[in-house]
């Protein structure tokens, strides 16, 4: 009998969707750069969210947060989308080398179990064009959830926006619910009452027009036409309440592993290591983000108070106090301020050295005094006449003030460094930072 021709075998389904080639060229394509996205955006965040001043630190955390669900979503989706397409290729691959389908008779095992694996298949052609389908529609759920997230966080930045034009009064958060309650609920009514009351409204008339425009408006400012025309498109195919279910489970579950991931990023998995032990703390001197060697990504940029490492070695300790202008330039407008008035008062400087002397001797006394704000103890005894410089750490490339601290009379063993911590305005959008006043200990060994 003769062989079946080559290019007969490898035709590939009639029904086929006509977007298959497209669609694996992009998810192959786009896969990997977007994983090599999250480090950037990682970095943009933890940079971002050390330096920000209130009430801008919102935008950095949800900016972070949605940046990191719409990428994980098309990662998701693009992954998923290569397996779907792969077993696709495999069904067809071969289906093309065994045309006439599942010869049953050459199964083994009993009637029973031959029977119900033949049921479960079903015909060759309907399984090859249902693994065809289910690839497009992982890969346009997946495009349709990043739309939907993308419409959510440009909603976000515009609530944000008004929280921070009223911050100022004391009225952030009240901004908040009402700006979302003024953009939301008027949608939600709408919808309501065109479900309850929309059949009887003549079209034309003065409330079938109200409905219809409160509608328009709503698509336009919550941003719901960016999910148009694909969302109903699938939704109404895919089977009403059961679409909007898949839509609604895909985001939130994205979102789920999105927050689990960016836990155990900023908190570490405790769950996972154990808690047996106590967790590093900056008030037990402790933590190891006080050592430039140790510190990790996500306290790369932070505000503490930090030593090169562990063992000191030679005659100066050298101490890097950063520099976070939300954070301490209230304090050094109210308690410096007096150390830069008299290091200007002098009018009678009128030639130029002279006033590049004042000048120096302002900015002297304004670091000496950002330094004496942190009421630094070595050994539980004050340390008085510390001067610091401007420096940028060349590890973090972090602005801040570099104090050398003569440790030369130490005798070798543990010692400990303890420095006041001021706290840090809070917008209500930005959870664990300091709120109140508090210590840093930092312990080190010569």
Known sequence: MAETPIESRLHIPSRTTPTWEVELLISGAVVFALLQAMAPLEQA???????????????????????????????????????????????????????AGPQWQNLSGGPIARRLTESLCGDLDAAVERADNRAALVFAYGILAAQFSIAIFLLSMLVIGVSVIFHPFGWAQPAIFITLGLLIGPMLLAALLDKLFGKRLTEGGWGERALRFTLRSSQLWTLGRLTVPLMPLIITNVGGKRGNWVMVGVIYLAMAVTFVDITIGLNGAAWIRGESLPEPSRRDGTSSSHYASERSEISRYASTPYLPDRLVEGPYLRLMLPYVAEQHDPELAEHCAPARDAGSADDSATTKPQRWAAQRLQAERTLNCFVERFAIRLNDRPLKGLQGQRARDPFSDQDGVLVMIDVRDLPPGMHQLELRRSARQDSGLVMGRDREEDRDLIKFWR
Do not use: E, M, N, Q
């Open 45 to 99: 965040f933890i940079k971002g969210i050390a330096i920000a001043a209130v009430p801008w630190d919102g935008f950095v955390l949800f900016g972070y947060v949605y940046g990191k669900l719409v990428l994980s979503i098309l990662v998701g989706t693009f992954i998923l989308h290569i397996a779907a397409r792969a077993a696709w290729v495999a069904l067809v691959g071969a289906a093309s080398v065994f045309p």
